[in-house]
């Protein structure tokens, strides 16, 4: 058998379902944007690494505000909203240059959202054959890269957001 080592997943095997409150209103009010991977901070909304990638570079995009459904978005939250995902993708293929991106909104549960009460829009940069066989296989994604060695490019650009 092969053993992967990936010290850095019991904190979050350990914290699952645990947590309290939410991270998408705790993070941005601690005021330590390095630590939490904020890379940007709009009026409305704010950009965050996912801690928990897909691949290099994921990112979330979550207004500040404590709302679970798209539709609840104010005219400006919705505006600034997608105007910094525009951004942030233009962010991506300046610093990572991928061949693609999956953006997508997971409202509910049964969608498949990870925080369901906070809303958010995921930005997953994609590369011809970023997937192997470990995912297929072993059911296992590998992840190429830190992320604070991501924070750290993505940072350095993100004035351009």
């Given at each position: 058998?092969?053993?992967?080592w ?28 390095a630590a939490?991977y ?7 909304n704010f ?39 525009s ?32 809303l ?14 470990m ?9 190429s ?17």
């Open positions: 058998m092969e053993h992967i990936a010290p850095w997943r019991m904190e979050y095997v350990q914290t699952m379902g645990k947590e309290e409150g939410c991270i998408l209103c705790d993070k941005p009010k601690q005021g330590n944007d939490n904020i890379l940007y901070r709009g009026d409305k950009v965050i690494m996912n801690t928990y990638p897909y691949n290099p570079g994921h990112l979330m995009i979550a207004p500040y505000r404590h709302i679970a459904n798209l539709e609840e978005l104010t005219d400006e939250e919705f505006h600034e909203h997608f105007e910094i995902v951004r942030s993708i233009k962010l991506l293929r300046q610093v990572f240059n991928p061949g693609g991106f999956n953006i997508g909104i997971n409202m509910g549960k049964v969608a498949g959202a990870g925080i369901e009460e906070h958010h829009t995921h930005i997953v940069p994609r590369w011809q054959a970023d997937t192997n066989f995912p297929v296989i072993f059911d296992t994604k590998v992840i890269e830190a992320l604070a060695e991501t924070y750290k490019k993505l940072k350095g650009a993100a004035s351009s957001l």
